[in-house]
């Protein structure tokens, strides 16, 4: 069974860094996708970051490139999100999400299409 474990989030000001931990288990095979997700109150859950196993690729939004960085562990299926300088909008759940054992092959990110999910940590930025 696929289990996710988020950790590393917290309470900064403005202007800080976190990094956020996230180790899966239950990952057999050696391709999937991994990646983050936010969501704030009120609001839809947010694609952050996703990097693929099958090639190293990785993506972002938008708003997010130059101070996000995501980075994996393969032998320990673990992915982090480095956070720098962080804004108050970026205040959310932080969940860690997982796409894999849907099919044969290789995997790449597709945010629409995680099907394993973390229970999420959560960041609090301060203005």
């Known amino acids: 069974e696929v289990q996710l474990v988020e950790s590393g989030g917290g309470l900064v000001q403005a202007g800080g860094s976190l990094r956020l931990s996230c180790a899966a288990s239950?990952?057999?095979?050696?391709?999937?996708?991994i990646g983050w997700f936010r969501q704030a109150p009120g609001q839809e859950r947010q694609g952050v970051s996703c990097?693929?196993?099958?090639?190293?690729?990785?993506y972002y939004a938008d708003s997010l490139k130059g101070r996000f960085t995501i980075t994996s562990d393969n032998a320990k299926n673990t992915v982090y999100l480095q956070m720098n300088s962080l804004k108050p909008e970026d205040t959310a759940v932080y969940y860690c999400?997982?796409?894999?054992?849907?099919?044969?092959?290789?995997?790449?990110?597709?945010?629409?299409?995680?099907?394993?999910w973390g229970k999420g940590t959560l960041v609090t930025v301060s203005p």
């Open positions: 999400a997982v796409l894999w054992g849907l099919y044969s092959g290789n995997y790449y990110c597709n945010f629409d299409d995680m099907n394993y």
């Open positions: 990097i693929s196993s099958t090639d190293g690729s990785t």
């Open positions: 239950g990952v057999t095979f050696d391709d999937y996708a």
